[in-house]
């Protein structure tokens, strides 16, 4: 189990100051190749598929230690469920409403304002959340 991937996700892990344990390292693994917005649900079954001893509670723990630790997006997109995303650098998501695919659309692709300042609001992160259908490629 112990490959090259392997060892870089466990320095990743260090370098943001978390022990990589095997049961985080696996549940990480699984998650850093996972480009689909996977909710935490969805990451367990597949997490569980191949390491079948690691528990709901560390998958969950795992996860969400990971956006704590700026290695993981926790983001809500679609309602009712935040999703966990590995691809950490801006950019904006598009719902197709017939699929229910979440795609990432490059930053550029959208002008929005450098800063984006609220009176009495925080502001943590923003991005656009864009709904409609994926057309059919052309060949
Ligand atoms: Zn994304």
Redesign the pocket.
């Known amino acids: 189990m112990y490959n090259k991937n392997m060892n870089k996700i466990a320095e990743a892990l260090k370098s943001k100051k978390i022990r990589p344990t095997m049961t985080r390292l696996a549940v990480a693994e699984i998650f850093f190749e996972s480009f689909d917005?996977p909710s935490a649900e969805d990451l367990l079954l597949k997490i569980q598929k191949k390491f079948s001893y690691i528990s709901r509670a560390t998958v969950y723990n795992t996860l969400e230690l990971l956006a704590k630790k700026g290695l993981a997006?926790k983001?809500a997109i679609k309602s009712g469920r935040f999703i966990y995303?590995p691809?950490i650098s801006p950019?904006h998501?598009f719902v197709d409403k017939i699929s229910g695919k979440?795609y990432?659309i490059p930053w550029d692709k959208a002008k929005l304002p450098e800063k984006i300042s609220i009176p009495g609001f925080e502001t943590e992160d923003y991005y656009l959340v864009i709904i409609g259908k994926k057309l059919k490629e052309e060949k």
């Open positions: 917005h997006k983001r995303d691809v950019h998501h979440i990432d």
